[in-house]
């Protein structure tokens, strides 16, 4: 008989902002402030590791005017 494991341990990491493929920075846009991200010091952290990557772009959609 298969023992199953089904525990996980779920790390993840959430940014929303501008990406620049040339520097590797996220940068967001907060109320008071910008914040910039390093995107590659975040993926050194999964190195070797088994990884799901998303990635979503968001564009707003035309208005119709009458």
């Known amino acids: 008989m298969e023992e199953f494991n089904l525990a996980k341990k779920v790390h993840t990491v959430n940014l929303k902002g501008n990406y620049s493929y040339i520097d590797g920075i996220i940068e967001e846009e907060t109320k008071t402030d910008i914040e910039r991200y390093?995107?590659?010091s975040i993926l050194k952290s999964f190195d070797g590791r088994k990884v799901?990557?998303?990635?979503?772009?968001?564009?707003?959609?035309?208005?119709i005017n009458e």
């Open 52 to 63: 799901k990557i998303s990635i979503t772009e968001e564009d707003e959609l035309p208005q």
């Open 38 to 40: 390093d995107l590659n």
